[in-house]
């Protein structure tokens, strides 16, 4: 495919949508005239989105989905179709964020992010892949991370997590070429939500450690929501395969390539700093 995607009149999937960056995507797609299934597991906050789009000739339907339920996944196209007469756009957005060091972190904890911020990756690509292949122009988008580019330390789970997702996409858009489905992998930086407040924190990390390392996350977290949201439906309609969502993603991808595997020595010092 080549040209602008056109989201006028096409249907999109959203998740984690009830907030943050998922709320923005919608708001922006929906401006352009997309027709949405918008899925979170915060009831309240999908219908607060849902009234936050004003267009009158817009489809909008809301799901309440937990990304890492498998059952619930497996049957929500029917949900989605129910509603809607196909799918042109995935947008997988839902995630959360966990504390602590490799050693700190339980078996338990590691799981519950991996479920949530990878398997509801493929479960969710899995349950709609058809439909997308279905279109005759349809978009995947992947949500990753600042932390799939680089890797702090703090952040085994959720970095591990964020770099599959990375790997994924990028083995699947090599699957995909020449189909109708273009594969887009998102890297925002720090965007100003709830990520880091909501985080999961072990049990074995002091209490002053949690509060130096929420108020550090929280001090990265500048980028407006409705900012990045903007930039990836850009990058969505110019059918990028890679987009770099603030100033710190786009630095970090740079010190990265330079130096593989001494960038640490250098981010590290300017993230404190």
Known sequence: MSGLMKLEGRTGIVTGAASGIGRAIALALARRGCHLALADVN????????????????RISTHNLDVADAQAIAVFPDQVMAAHRGVDLLVNNAGVALGGTFSEVSAADFEWLFAINFWGVVRMTRAFLPL????????????????????????????????????FSESLRHELKGSSVGVTVVHPGGVATAIAKNARVSNATSPEHVARSKAFAEALLKLPPDVAGETIVQGIERRKARVLVGSDAKFAALIERLAPVTYWDLLGRKFRS
């Open 43 to 58: 009831a309240a906050g999908l219908a607060e989105t849902a009234s936050l789009i004003t267009a009158r000739d817009l």
């Open 132 to 167: 997308l292949k279905a279109s005759d122009d349809a978009r995947l988008v992947n949500l990753s991370s600042l932390f799939g580019l680089i890797a702090p330390p703090g952040q085994t789970a959720y970095a591990a997590s964020k770099f599959a997702v990375r790997g």
